[in-house]
T-cell receptor, first 110, second 114 residues
């Protein structure tokens, strides 16, 4: 399975865009990129996923590079409630579990 | 609220006691997963069911752990003879099987073994 590398922590000012990077240089052609976040003491929350194309939903945008070796999760207007640990996960169709790493701790500051 | 519920939310027990946790998935989901999360770490996979069949177990799932999903709906996770190292958050997730399936997590059960 492809592994992911994320920065340990990041800060973002409230109201600004938060751009969270993820490297997955060994990703295979049939592996999806998923993003989850976990707010303190809660279960992980699904944000978005993609295969090749950029994706957008009501929560975030996912930008995947053309070579698929990295991606960026964009929270367009971060709020204090977006403070959480963000996990980037690469999952193949033959894998049945989500393999979480340590994630990026995003702190949104007023 | 994802629609996945877990009970209890918190459990304190003494070493050596047995504990059982319950997970109710989103009703139309045919897959159900159990994960464990210790402080400062990401969730780790324990086991999963497709309908009532338990299809995969992690090596983390020692023989003191057993999980069931008798009617393909709710699931239980039992830990026998608990140890202090079992203290963790136990998370349940459910999904609809498919290529790009998305797992939706419950709020978790936090276990403390004294």
């Amino acid at each position: 399975d492809a592994k992911t590398t994320q920065p340990t922590s990041m800060d973002c000012a409230e109201g600004r865009a938060a751009n969270l990077p993820c490297n997955h240089s060994t990703i295979s052609g049939n592996e999806y990129v998923y993003w989850y976040r976990q707010i303190h003491s809660q279960g992980p929350q699904y944000i978005i996923h993609g295969l090749k194309n950029n994706e957008t939903n009501e929560m975030a945008s996912l930008i995947i590079t053309e070579d698929r070796k990295s991606s960026t999760l964009i929270l367009p207007h971060a709020t204090l409630r977006d403070t959480a640990v963000y996990y980037c996960i690469v999952r193949g169709v033959n894998n049945n579990d989500m393999r979480f790493g340590a994630g990026t701790r995003l702190t949104v500051k007023p | 609220d994802t629609g996945v519920s877990q009970d209890p939310r918190h459990k304190i027990t003494k070493r050596g006691q047995n504990v059982t946790f319950r997970c109710d998935p989103i009703s139309e989901h045919n897959r159900l997963y159990w994960y464990r999360q210790t402080l400062g770490q990401g969730p780790e996979f324990l086991t999963y069911f497709q309908n009532e069949a338990q299809l995969e177990k992690s090596r983390l799932l020692s023989d003191r752990f057993s999980a069931e999903r008798p009617k393909g709906s709710f699931s239980t996770l039992e830990i026998q003879r608990t140890e202090q190292g079992d203290s963790a958050m136990y998370l349940c997730a459910s999904s609809l099987a498919g290529n790009a399936e998305t797992q939706y997590f419950g709020p978790g059960t936090r276990l403390l073994v004294l």
